[in-house]
Antibody
Framework: EVQLVESGGGLVQPGGSLRLSCAAS????????MHWVRQAPGKGLVWVSR????????SYADSVKGRFTISRDNAKNTLYLQMNSLRAEDTAVYYC??????????????WGQGTTVTVSS | DIVMTQSPDSLAVSLGERATINCKSS????????????LAWYQQKPGQPPKLLIY???TRESGVPDRFSGSGSGTDFTLTISSLQAEDVAVYYC?????????FGPGTKVDIK
């Protein structure tokens, strides 16, 4: 079964750090670009970051640039999001998502269930 | 960044009736090299992650019922649910992937009237 499972969320104080993980199974993880998308309570989806298949290229939303770092370990089939200097506005459910971009398909077709990050004192 | 807008914010439709959601991008998401619109639609039910419904503006994802259809090109797009079912109650988001900085629309909530 194709699956993504996030972990690492929790309660952290403003200015603190947290590392999220996303364990992939059921597909060739190293062949896919991966993304993080977040959703604040009661709000819409916001793209956070993406990484290419071998980890050599990354992009970030302006709101997290310089504070968050996306990475991956293809040997462990795991995606990461290191979050530093956390702010209250980073409070959200964080989803990892696989994106398929081929000549026959495009889209975020596999999503994890999400992990909740709460930034509060 | 490409800004995505959606209308309406919410709508209530009777079971079996048509629901129409509009999405507009601040610039064209049509790639001239392959004539494809890099516009997708997602459905999110309460407590669940989003689910891919439509990509390239009009191609249904495998397993998505044919009552869901997408149309449009360039900057204006539409998601249509031809005959609303109870299980279609959800928030629907459009998303552009024309450039590396992906953006989502604000979402449209669909309810039963």
């Amino acid at each position: 079964e194709v699956q993504l499972v996030e972990s690492g969320g929790g309660l952290v104080q403003p200015g603190g750090s947290l590392r999220l993980s996303c364990a992939a199974s059921g597909f060739t993880f190293s062949s896919y670009w991966m993304h993080w998308v977040r959703q604040a309570p009661g709000k819409g989806l916001v793209w956070v970051s993406r990484i290419n298949s071998d980890g050599s290229s990354t992009s970030y939303a302006d709101s997290v640039k310089g504070r968050f770092t996306i990475s991956r370990d293809n040997a462990k089939n795991t995606l990461y999001l290191q979050m530093n200097s956390l702010r209250a506005e980073d409070t959200a459910v964080y989803y990892c998502a696989r994106i398929t971009v081929t000549t026959s398909k495009f889209g975020m077709d596999v999503w994890g269930q999400g992990t909740t990050v709460t930034v509060s004192s | 960044d490409i800004v995505m807008t959606q209308s309406p914010d919410s709508l209530a439709v009777s079971l079996g009736e048509r629901a129409t959601i509009n999405c507009k991008s601040s610039q064209s998401v049509l790639y001239s090299s392959n004539n494809k619109n890099y516009l997708a639609w997602y459905q999110q039910k309460p407590g669940q992650p989003p689910k891919l419904l439509i990509y390239w503006a009009s191609t249904r994802e495998s397993g998505v019922p044919d009552r869901f259809s997408g149309s449009g090109s360039g900057t204006d797009f539409t998601l249509t649910i031809s005959s609303l079912q109870a299980e279609d109650v959800a928030v629907y988001y459009c998303q552009q992937y024309y450039n590396t900085l992906i953006t989502f629309g604000p979402g449209t909530k669909v309810d039963i009237k």
